[in-house]
């Protein structure tokens, strides 16, 4: 689909690898299989919310791409899908999931996987991500990202499913890092150790969630550019900014503006990892558009500086 914008050049989207596998053909669930990466987009964007449809079905959004929530559209017509459409002829898509449950002891589910092919297919996104959690059972979707105990049987349940999702989809997957709010006792590994194991052993990418990363390590006693310093950065194809509530508890929210630490956190990470996609998510208290492009603008400003630097190190 043509892809056409009125404020910034679209950034070019570079394929550094070979074409993509086949669906259907397994890899080793103990090491990365031969899967291509993910294509390199160093834009910035915005997760759409319905408040914000106008703007962006007409092509008007200060934006480089939209991420969207994979399961709103994994339908077969109607009114969302012909959204969806409408929109990708302004602006490639990220398709950003929310019950993949990768984390599940019972596997991933293949009706769901299904559908996600189908949506993947028809909207042709620039990729497809979702969180490092469990969010169901066999009878019940919590429709929460719950947490996994950092265990090597955590992990390898974790691998199987990443292959398997991989396959299935015919594409590497990016993967979230979670906000964390408890631990389980028999954890052996850190959660930066865990992340770099599934991406070592599966070929997924990762979406690094800064304020995730912030958050996680205020609430366990973490120190934050450890944790960001211990994960595969090279592997980053997207980045999400977000506010979160203060408190003796942080808890990720997506309710306010970027703060201050998180800022700082994402410049280092930047400097680390280079140009790559960054986005600005908001969940709650939605303000008006041209709050978030102007909060888009200064990620801009700080990527723009924090990879002068890096160059000048």
Not at 59 to 66: C, E, H, K, L, S
Not at 109 to 124: S, V
């Amino acid at each position: 689909m043509p892809v056409q914008g009125r404020h910034h050049r679209r950034p070019r989207v570079t394929e550094r690898h070979g074409p993509r596998l086949p669906a259907g053909r397994a890899g080793p669930s103990t090491q990365a299989s031969a899967r291509p990466a993910v294509a390199t987009f160093a834009g910035y964007g915005l997760g759409m919310r319905r408040e914000h449809y106008p703007a962006f079905l007409a092509g008007d959004a200060n934006v480089d791409f939209a991420e969207v929530i994979s399961e709103n559209f994994m339908v077969e017509g109607g009114r969302p899908l012909d959204t969806l459409r409408r929109v990708r002829a302004h602006y490639p898509v990220v398709l950003h999931g929310v019950s993949l449950s990768i984390g599940s002891a019972h596997g991933v589910d293949d009706a769901y996987l299904a559908r996600l092919r189908r949506l993947a297919d028809r909207i042709e996104p620039l990729w497809v991500s979702d969180h490092l959690c469990w969010t169901r059972t066999h009878a019940h979707n919590s429709h929460d990202l719950l947490p996994l105990p950092y265990t090597e049987d955590s992990l390898a349940a974790v691998c199987a499913n990443i292959h398997r999702a991989q396959d299935a989809l015919a594409r590497p997957m990016l993967f979230e890092n979670p906000s964390s709010y408890c631990r389980f006792p028999h954890d052996t590994l850190a959660e930066w150790e865990f992340i770099a194991a599934m991406v070592a052993r599966t070929g997924c990418q990762l979406l690094l969630d800064v304020n995730n990363v912030y958050v996680s390590a205020r609430n366990h006693g973490w120190d934050a550019r450890v944790y960001l310093d211990g994960l595969p950065l090279q592997q980053v194809r997207q980045i999400h900014l977000a506010g979160h509530s203060p408190g003796e508890l942080l808890v990720d929210t997506h309710d306010r503006a970027v703060c201050d630490e998180v800022w700082g956190l994402y410049a280092h990470a930047v400097a680390r990892c280079g140009p790559v996609a960054t986005m600005i998510e908001r969940d709650g208290d939605i303000p008006p558009l041209e709050v978030l492009e102007a909060e888009l603008g200064h990620a801009r400003a700080i990527a723009a500086r924090a990879c002068r630097g890096a160059r000048a190190a």
